[in-house]
């Protein structure tokens, strides 16, 4: 009878630790789930920073919009100082769409947007906030589609490619 009962004892301990494993949350899980919350963005005006405090479109949504943002389709809109906005296409890539939107005055991008990106996981979210900051700035610096892809971001950075030069191609640049 004893033995039965260590055997017993066994499993539900066995069992008990599976339980525990497959429920527990790393440190990290809190912080992965709050960096969806920001569009990454840069302008000439400012640093080209990972996050703007605007809420970002995930994937399969149409982009926000306001007075002068583009329409999902890559169309553009100007407003009366000269500054337009032009949205790229959608690019999809193996990891999840990437779509960047520009605010152009006269032939100078002035900002730099990317409304869509891969981030259906942690290790996107890891990417994405690593490349795109990298790919707004040489864009701004670059002021076209002469943007260096970036190491260990092979998709995001094709995907942000054709997506800059849809919009660029959209906005006359």
Do not use: C
């Not at 494993?21 to 005006?45: C, P």
């Not at 400012?46 to 926000?64: F, I, L, N, W």
């Not at 169309?75 to 100082?81: D, V, Y």
């Not at 260096?148 to 849809?166: D, F, I, K, R």
């Amino acid at each position: 009878m004893s033995a039965v009962k260590r055997i017993v004892l066994w499993g539900l301990s066995t069992l008990s630790a599976v339980v525990v494993l497959f429920g527990y949350h790393t440190s990290t899980s809190s912080v992965m789930a709050t960096s969806t919350e920001s569009a990454f963005s840069g302008s000439l005006q400012g640093q080209a920073t990972s996050g703007t405090g605007s809420s970002t479109t995930t994937s399969g949504a149409a982009p926000p919009s306001d007075s002068t943002s583009g329409s999902a389709d890559g169309a553009s809109s100007g407003s009366s100082s000269g500054t337009s906005t032009v949205t790229g296409a959608a690019a999809q890539t193996r990891y999840g769409p990437v779509q960047v939107q520009l605010e152009v005055s006269g032939s100078t991008i002035t900002n730099v947007s990317v409304l869509q990106y891969p981030d259906s996981d942690g290790r996107d979210l890891q990417i994405s906030s690593y490349s795109l900051p990298r790919l707004i700035q040489g864009t701004l610096d670059a002021q076209g589609s002469g943007v260096s892809m970036v190491s260990g971001a092979t998709y995001t950075s094709q995907g942000y490619l054709q997506s800059l030069q849809s919009a660029i191609d959209q906005g006359g640049l």
